[in-house]
């Protein structure tokens, strides 16, 4: 295990043999670092015990930091970014992991919003070996949001004021937070509506098909963030095959599928990954060296 740079992203090499296939993690939205924990309350590993149960199928990996935060702090402001940005972000570890390993091509697995990203990423790359896409939207950014809070009932208060501010966001005007209700604070808040703005009418599907890679889909039966029908709607894209876990969640943990009980996990590192996850990935990475 050492430390691997592109410029100043920093993130976490794991691998035995150079000739062995490499797979990029990239996290999925908001302060995720490269183990898949962040500051807001979850503490999971997920991405930590992916890159280890990888590296034991004899699988490299690079797990990293995004730009602005944690290790790749020195990237800049995390508030003032866009997919864009991060697109380049993973075209330069692209380069750095082929300068590093003298591998023709790299596998891109994304979790979550990192699944949109590597699609998007992707596109005219020939040097993307394929795509892992774990937990990933089928429908747009705005569409997810406004299920998620929907599916919440502690929501109810808050909910007309969110959807109008989606709406707005979706046509390109900027919300005034200061008239909305303080819960609504962290996710409309003014330094975030930029990137909100240039991510909520991106279609994955689209992006998947443009990027034209063969691609895996991943994703769990107890995601209470993302659906099945998500995968589903990911599944329409041509060379794409999906795999379903039984009771895994969107921390790539086994979970009840009540609310609460689901949500403990995310907080409980000594949890394992889902059962499945790992051959799964691990099949289509053979099928596709």
Same mark, same amino acid.
């Not at 004899?58 to 990237?75: E, H, L, N, P, T």
């Given at each position: 295990?050492?430390?691997?740079?592109? !410029?100043? %992203?920093?993130?976490? $090499?794991?691998?035995?043999? *150079? =000739? +062995?296939?490499?797979? &990029? /993690?990239?996290?999925?939205?908001?302060?995720?670092?490269?183990?898949?924990?962040?500051?807001?309350?979850?503490?999971?590993?997920?991405?930590?015990?992916?890159?280890?149960?990888?590296?034991?199928?004899?699988?490299?990996?690079?797990?990293?930091?995004?730009?602005?935060?944690?290790?790749?702090?020195?990237?800049?402001?995390?508030?003032?970014?866009?997919?864009?940005?991060?697109?380049?972000?993973?075209?330069?570890?692209?380069?750095?992991?082929?300068?590093?390993?003298?591998?023709?091509?790299?596998?891109?697995?994304?979790?979550?919003? !990192?699944? %949109?990203?590597?699609? $998007?990423?992707?596109?005219? *790359? =020939? +040097?993307?070996?394929? &795509? /892992?896409?774990?937990?990933?939207?089928?429908?747009?950014?705005?569409?997810?949001?406004?299920?998620?809070?929907?599916?919440?009932?502690?929501?109810?208060?808050?909910?007309?004021?969110?959807?109008?501010?989606?709406?707005?966001?979706?046509?390109?005007?900027?919300?005034?937070?200061?008239?909305?209700?303080?819960?609504?604070?962290?996710?409309?808040?003014?330094?975030?509506?930029?990137?909100?703005?240039?991510?909520?009418?991106?279609?994955?599907?689209?992006?998947?098909?443009?990027?034209?890679?063969?691609?895996?889909?991943?994703?769990?039966?107890?995601?209470?963030?993302?659906?099945?029908?998500?995968?589903?709607?990911?599944?329409?894209?041509?060379?794409?095959?999906?795999?379903?876990?039984?009771?895994?969640?969107?921390?790539?943990?086994?979970?009840?599928?009540?609310?609460?009980?689901?949500?403990?996990?995310?907080?409980?590192?000594?949890?394992?990954?889902?059962?499945?996850?790992?051959?799964?990935?691990?099949?289509?990475?053979?099928?596709?060296?």
């Amino acid at each position: 295990m050492s430390e691997i740079t592109a !410029g100043v %992203l920093h993130g976490t $090499l794991i691998d035995k043999r *150079r =000739k +062995d296939p490499v797979v &990029l /993690i990239v996290p999925g939205s908001g302060p995720t670092d490269r183990d898949g924990n962040n500051p807001m309350g979850m503490k999971s590993d997920a991405y930590k015990m992916l890159a280890e149960r990888l590296i034991a199928e004899d699988i490299a990996s690079v797990r990293i930091d995004k730009r602005g935060m944690f290790g790749s702090a020195g990237a800049g402001d995390p508030n003032i970014t866009s997919p864009q940005a991060y697109v380049d972000d993973i075209h330069a570890w692209i380069d750095a992991i082929k300068a590093e390993r003298g591998t023709d091509c790299v596998f891109l697995l994304g979790h979550s919003e !990192g699944a %949109l990203l590597v699609s $998007l990423a992707a596109e005219g *790359r =020939k +040097d993307v070996c394929g &795509l /892992i896409l774990v937990s990933g939207m089928g429908r747009t950014f705005g569409a997810v949001v406004r299920e998620q809070l929907t599916s919440n009932p502690a929501n109810a208060p808050v909910l007309d004021q969110a959807m109008h501010a989606l709406d707005e966001l979706s046509t390109g005007r900027d919300v005034d937070v200061s008239t909305m209700h303080p819960a609504l604070a962290g996710l409309f808040a003014p330094n975030v509506q930029p990137y909100m703005k240039a991510l909520i009418n991106i279609d994955p599907v689209e992006a998947l098909r443009r990027a034209d890679k063969q691609a895996l889909i991943v994703q769990g039966t107890h995601d209470i963030q993302i659906s099945v029908e998500d995968a589903k709607l990911l599944h329409t894209a041509p060379k794409t095959r999906l795999r379903l876990i039984e009771n895994m969640n969107h921390i790539l943990k086994e979970a009840p599928a009540d609310r609460a009980g689901n949500i403990a996990t995310y907080s409980d590192p000594s949890l394992p990954l889902a059962k499945g996850l790992v051959s799964k990935i691990e099949d289509f990475i053979d099928d596709n060296d």
